[in-house]
Structures are given as structure tokens and as C-alpha cells.
């Protein structure tokens, strides 16, 4: 199956491609391959545009320029970060080496692309961007869920809790706490049903992710 044909398949009405390219040919034939693929897009020149007239929470991917007047493409990537931006890269650029694509993989870039790419290049990292935020977006919810959760316990609870996923036994967690175990376990009752955990395996996860 072709990348531009998993990339028709994808659920893509809630993702877009952000394309910043200081050429205006290649923004140009970018966007017009995305709409003719069905993929929503929108069009940069530079970061500073981006950051000034775009959006930070955009869900898709951000197909990204290296060298570029101004602040580069790596140097924007790092900024992305600081800002709070998700969005997933694709790097493309005409003048890449390995040392660069390294640096740019190691900071979390989806891809790099090497110009002149073709179509199903550029369609295939894109699916994977847009999977990548996906799955990120999807951890977004979970976590702040559990977090939601969490917000619930009273702070016995969550020192129980701290103590229960860190492997004290409820005798322990006494000794800890100057409770009775009494107390302890029903702190302990109260902190699995409020966290909805099935088991202490599942609490020790939901934990990690607060």
C-alpha cells in the first residue's frame, strides 16, 4: 500500500500539515500535493511567520525548512520545544549532512529529508508524523485523566499511595505514617477505587503518569 494511500485512509479532517519554507515554489507544490491527496495545509515563509500568524496547537505536523533567513530550522525546532509545541517535524532541506540529521532525529524530528524528495517521500514521513501526534495526543488524554483522578485524593491518600507503588507493605506504610493498619488499608481501598485501579501493577502505572 502506498504512503499516499494510508495517508487517504487516515482519519485527517482534525490534522494539517504546516509547511515553512522560505521558497515560495516549494511551499506552493507542497500544499497543492497535500490538498491533492486530501490533507489539510497552510504555508509559512519563516518561523518568525509561524510563530507571529500560526497556531502552537495545531494537530498534524510541521514540514519544516532547515536553512532559512533569520532563525533556522533547528534553532526553530528548539524554540517549538520551549513554546510548549507538540507538533511533530519533518525536516527537509537541500543542504543536509549527517551531523545535522542527528542532531535534528535526536531532538525528536519524525524524519529528514534530503531535496530534491519525491511525492511519496514527503507522504510517507508526513503519515508518520501525523501517527506520531496521534499516539501523543492520545497519551495527552490519558494522562490528564489520571491526573483528574489524582486531583481527588486527600493528601493521606496520596502519601498511602506514594508508599503502596513505591513496594511497602501496608504494616510498613503504618510504621511510615504513624497510622494503624486499619487506617492504612482503608486509605489503600480509597485510592484504588478513586484512581479506578484494577490492581497494584495498574495503580504503580497510573502513578508514573502523574
Known amino acids: 500500500m502506498s504512503a499516499a494511500r494510508k495517508i487517504e485512509d487516515a482519519p485527517v479532517e482534525e490534522q494539517a500539515v504546516i509547511v515553512i519554507d522560505d521558497d515560495a515554489e516549494i511551499r506552493l507544490s507542497m500544499t497543492d500535493l497535500f490538498e491533492s491527496v486530501g490533507i489539510k495545509s497552510c504555508s509559512f515563509r ?12 495545531t494537530s498534524g505536523c510541521i514540514v519544516l525548512d532547515v536553512r532559512m533567513p533569520g532563525m533556522s530550522g533547528i534553532e526553530f525546532q528548539s524554540r517549538l520545544e520551549d513554546l510548549g509545541c507538540q507538533t511533530p517535524v519533518v525536516f527537509v532541506t537541500g543542504h543536509g549532512d549527517v551531523p545535522m540529521s542527528v542532531s535534528a532525529m535526536k531532538a525528536g524530528a519524525v524524519d529528514f529529508l534530503l531535496k ?35 486531583s481527588t485524593l486527600t493528601p493521606r491518600e496520596k502519601e498511602v499511595m506514594q508508599h503502596v ?32 485501579a484494577r490492581s497494584l501493577a495498574d495503580l504503580v502505572k497510573k502513578s508514573e503518569l502523574i
Do not use: C, W
Not at 511519496?120 to 506520531?132: I, M
Open 46 to 57: 519563516d518561523a518568525l511567520d509561524f510563530i507571529e500568524n500560526g497556531s502552537l496547537n
Open 165 to 196: 507503588t513505591d513496594g511497602l507493605m501496608n504494616k510498613q506504610i503504618a510504621y511510615e505514617l504513624g497510622i494503624s493498619e486499619i487506617m492504612v488499608k482503608i486509605h489503600r481501598a480509597s485510592v484504588m477505587r478513586k484512581m479506578e
Open 116 to 150: 530534491p524528495f519525491t511525492n511519496e517521500e514527503l507522504l510517507g514521513a508526513v503519515a508518520r508524523a501525523f501517527e506520531t501526534d496521534r499516539s501523543k495526543r492520545q497519551d495527552a488524554v490519558v494522562r490528564n485523566a489520571i491526573k483528574q483522578k489524582a
